[in-house]
């Protein structure tokens, strides 16, 4: 069903439904008992040409549910495989979400508008097809967190309920729908679900698309060199979006193949959540018993993915086997260089360095390095460092339980600052604005989704205020900054289904 009123503003100019049919089947969402709007992020919606006000009515409720596809929109559930944990599912794909369709945003960027727990699609294999609230705002929050911090990732529009209880294993839970927005949903389980078919006409479109939706400037390329830059590219952009993750303490909890998206952004929230006290080995989510996913492991992950994600490439890097392998082998292998000086990019400004020195990389490992089995707060010990500059170094060793471990450490560290040309003014003030004070603390984000769960929005919309300014000091904000409380020691995440 197609409904032009009431005005909401979308502008759709669908791509990916014109130019990759045999991509997608074409779905409608569920029709949900009663969907309500409970959430709109009236900025983005303006970003990108749409009537907030519009949207939160009853009709606002049903497009964003899926229940009504607005005037444009060609709805859409994507096909795609993925390794999960591992393992290879050739089918996976929507299995609870559609594309609603794509806009031109007012800076002109192309972003698709995306609804999750909309219903059963071909997709879905056993399951309901269904999101609950809890993981709707989990990810609502999770985002503009992100975004605040200067990560790319996918943003909430909306959140709805559904008006429907739904099944989990927790018990019964209310149905919400999560309308997302994303630079795209391209994945590189997307590229995998046709190379598993052996597909290569498919392949090479979906390459084609790719390259001029994300990297326009290559489209002239001739397909071996157009295939070897659109690999380094993804090699470059998940490089950089994993050091952000580590920089933050961000652990995305499912790094499966389908949960890579090319364009270089963080997508799907499931049970990801920032770590606490510094532990390489930390893992939150229930489902990664292995720990396949730990905070440390990230990086090797995305290398592993970006393999995967080059294997669909071989075809077209070069017409001999032996040789693509060879340029795909050499192309991965370049990923260990680039994360290291990304996260040392990341690293040099969070220490407060603004000139570059051989030993820097080595300085920063020593500082991770004293602060683990001390109990050490990840984000307050480096925000701890700003205050040690001006001169006040309490902060940084009450983070440790033994303040001797960092003394060396700290010597070194202040011999290395008086070679840096920053007066301790604006070196901490430069470092205030790369190290968070508010992140999106276990503690606060299951206070306040059960609150939002009993009925009481205000903690969700207090939390999200707080973190969406998360590095300048706020009077009265304290409570935000402080680490979890013991009894979140053994804190698990479960997968947002
Ligand atoms: P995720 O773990 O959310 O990244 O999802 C992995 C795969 O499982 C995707 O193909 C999803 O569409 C599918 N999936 C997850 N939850 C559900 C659900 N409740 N119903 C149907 N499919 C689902
Ligand atoms: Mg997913």
Sequence with gaps: MTSPEPPFGFAFDNSYARDLQGFYVEWQGARHPDPQVIRINEALARELGLDPAALATSDGAKVLTGAVAPAGAQ????????????????????????????VLDQSGARRDIHLKGSGRTPFSRGGDGKAALGPVLRE?????????????????????????????DSGPEQGAVLARVAASHLRVGTFQ?????????????????????HHPDLRDLPVPEAALALLRRTVALQSRLVAQWMAVG?????MNTDNMALSGETIDYGPCAFMDAYDP??????????????????????????????????????????????????????????YEADWLAQMRPKLGLTTAEDGDFALAYAFLKALEGQGADYTNSFRA??????????????????????RDWQEEWQARLARDPLTPKARAAAMNAVNPLYIPRNHLVEGALAAAK????????????????????????????????????????FCGT
């Design 140 to 168: 609502y929050l999770m985002g503009e967190a992100m975004q605040a911090l200067h990560i790319p990732t996918t943003r909430a529009l909306a959140a709805c309920t559904t008006g429907e209880q739904i099944l989990r």
């Design 454 to 493: 009993a009925g009481d929005m205000a903690p969700f919309d207090l939390l999200l205020s707080v973190l969406s300014a998360p590095f300048a000091a706020v009077a009265g904000q304290e409570p935000f900054a402080q680490p979890a409380p013991d009894s979140f020691a053994n804190f698990r995440t």
């Design 385 to 406: 460092l700003g205050d040690v500059v001006l001169g006040d170094a309490a902060a940084l060793r009450a983070q440790v339980t033994d303040p001797e471990a960092l």
């Design 75 to 102: 709805p859409l559930a994507m096909a795609y495989a993925g390794h999960q944990f591992g393992g290879f599912s050739p089918q996976l794909g929507d299995g609870r979400a559609l594309l609603l369709g794509e």
């Design 250 to 254: 961000f652990i995305h909890g499912v």
């Design 281 to 338: 080995a930390t893992v939150f989510s229930s489902i990664d018993r292995q720990g396949r996913y730990a905070y440390g492991n990230q990086p090797g992950i995305a290398r592993w993915n970006l393999a995967r994600f080059a294997e669909t490439l071989l075809p077209f890097l070069d017409p001999d086997d032996d040789t693509a392998i060879r340029i795909a082998t050499e192309a991965i292998d370049g990923f260990s260089d680039i």
């Design 193 to 213: 679900f046709f190379a598993a078919r052996g597909e290569n006409d498919k392949l090479l479109q979906l390459m084609q698309y790719t390259i001029a939706r």
